[in-house]
């Protein structure tokens, strides 16, 4: 330990931990912890584990101690990498971090589903077997005509794949706007919707893209935690966006 009782890096790496075993070790405590979440601290310069002769990690007691540390502080502290990143570097220096910021109370700014009503988390983006469906398929399972589908292609709600085959998601998206008709609203009235969308994925795409281009073995999955993990955010934004907005329209 360091200063301030902060994790420092290992110097010998003698029967390292395997990514796994370091994985099991944190569970623990900090159960949403993942492989994916490991490698994309260590991208970020916050642990440094071993090789392997044959380049697999070795993480070292030291190196388990600075996760549970960069854990903590994103848990307890809703601090920024780029901070605990500091406090880190700070404590490897010798030099003496900052206080991290006090503690807000979690019943106030969690994002666990169990406080916020339901709330979407990075595991509801992972990425499913491909599943593709045929035009007769879609209007069979979303219980919607062949008109519909047309609107709903025609204001960008819907869109079929290369080869002209539609996703799982389609029928949830055609169900929804079903049932939003039943209120009035037509597919015209929400195009809306699909521009939004596809600003959000815009300013997700330049954030992730960079990280895509990287050659080593690990990018990718660094890349897909990082767009789940914005994405549940985004999502989670604009749900409560629009409850606040909602509660003005009621005066709740």
Request: aromatic content about 6%.
């Amino acid at each position: 330990m360091t200063a301030a009782g902060q994790p420092g890096r290992s110097e010998a790496r003698r029967d390292g931990l395997s990514i796994g075993a370091v994985l099991a070790q944190l569970r623990g405590d900090f159960p949403d912890v993942t492989i994916s979440k490991i490698r994309f601290l260590e991208a970020e310069g916050l642990v440094r584990p071993g090789r392997t002769p044959s380049g697999y990690r070795q993480f070292a007691p030291a190196d388990v101690e600075r996760l549970r540390f960069v854990l903590s502080a994103q848990r307890d502290h809703y601090l920024p990498l780029k901070v605990i990143k500091e406090q880190l570097d700070a404590a490897d220096s010798g030099a003496e971090p900052a206080a991290p910021a006090p503690r807000l109370p979690r019943k106030l700014v969690s994002l666990d589903p169990a406080d916020t009503g339901g709330l979407p988390d990075a595991d509801d983006f992972e990425t499913g077997p491909e599943l593709r469906l045929t035009q007769e398929e879609l209007l069979a399972q979303a219980g919607i005509t062949a008109a519909t589908l047309t609107e709903l292609q025609q204001y960008g709600l819907v869109r079929p794949g290369a080869a002209g085959f539609f996703g799982p998601d389609a029928v949830l998206i055609a169900r929804t706007v079903k049932a939003m008709t039943e209120f009035g609203i037509e597919p015209r009235h929400l195009r809306a919707f699909r521009a939004a969308a596809d600003r959000e994925v815009g300013l997700l795409e330049q954030i992730v893209t960079p990280v895509y281009r990287h050659r080593d073995a690990d990018a990718k999955a660094r890349a897909d935690e990082v767009v789940r993990e914005l994405s549940a955010l985004s999502v989670t934004l604009h749900t409560l966006l629009v409850k606040a907005g909602i509660r003005g329209v009621t005066g709740g």
